[in-house]
């Protein structure tokens, strides 16, 4: 009998937690949803994960990527990669690694990055409920290319950004999102 009621009372104790878990990611995911509905955002990206190829498995032989990176998982911490959402405004940097399908007219160093400001078109918010999970989608045209953006950013606050180019292979990438803070300018400088 004594067991009976020991075995009870964990059974209990792992329910309550169970349910006290739940209950903190239905709140953290309340939270995400908010920021990304009502607020201007960036998401700082520390991992791109670029789409396997013969191109990026001979990169990542030849030693040549950064500390603690491989063909499908690079490490761009400290790269200023950034997806900003200001307004009706999206800015975007991030360092491209993949296969480029067709090449600019002129390339220069801005080429190299997928980089652009402005406004996009059918920049859609669905929330799922089951998950959790606020994704967002938009296109934007930056000169001949076009993006198309997915955005998926969890309770926890982890984003992923997939990327796909009108030019190049898509690519991924994860990181953080948080709410964009204005920088105070001193009057006096």
């Given amino acids: 009998m004594k067991i009976l009621i020991q075995l009870t ?7 309550s937690c169970k349910t006290g878990d739940s209950v903190a990611k239905a709140e953290a995911a309340k939270q995400t949803k908010a920021l990304v509905e009502n607020s201007d955002y960036e998401i700082t990206l520390d991992w791109a994960r670029p789409l396997q190829s013969a191109e990026m498995v001979s990169l990542g032989n030849s030693n040549l990527l950064p500390f603690e990176s491989r063909s499908g998982r ?6 200023s990669s950034h997806v900003t959402k200001k ?3 999206v800015s975007v940097y991030l360092p491209y690694f993949g296969t480029r399908q067709m090449a600019p007219k002129f390339i220069n160093n801005n080429d190299v990055a997928i980089q652009f400001d ?12 089951k ?5 967002v989608n938009f296109k ?8 198309n ?3 998926a950013i969890t309770p926890a606050k982890r984003a992923t950004v997939r990327v796909y180019s009108s030019q190049r292979t898509m ?5 953080l999102i948080d709410a964009l803070v204005e920088e105070e300018v001193d009057p006096g400088l």
Avoid: H, Q, R
């Fill in 118 to 129: 402005g406004i996009p078109k059918d920049y859609k918010l669905t929330y799922n409920e």
């Fill in 171 to 175: 690519i991924s990438y994860t990181g």
């Fill in 131 to 135: 998950k959790g999970i606020s994704e």
């Fill in 87 to 89: 307004g009706d405004s």
């Fill in 9 to 15: 009372v964990v059974l209990l104790l792992f329910a």
């Fill in 74 to 79: 690079i490490n761009i911490v400290g790269s």
């Fill in 149 to 151: 953006v997915y955005l």
């Fill in 140 to 147: 934007i045209k930056e000169g001949s290319e076009k993006y």
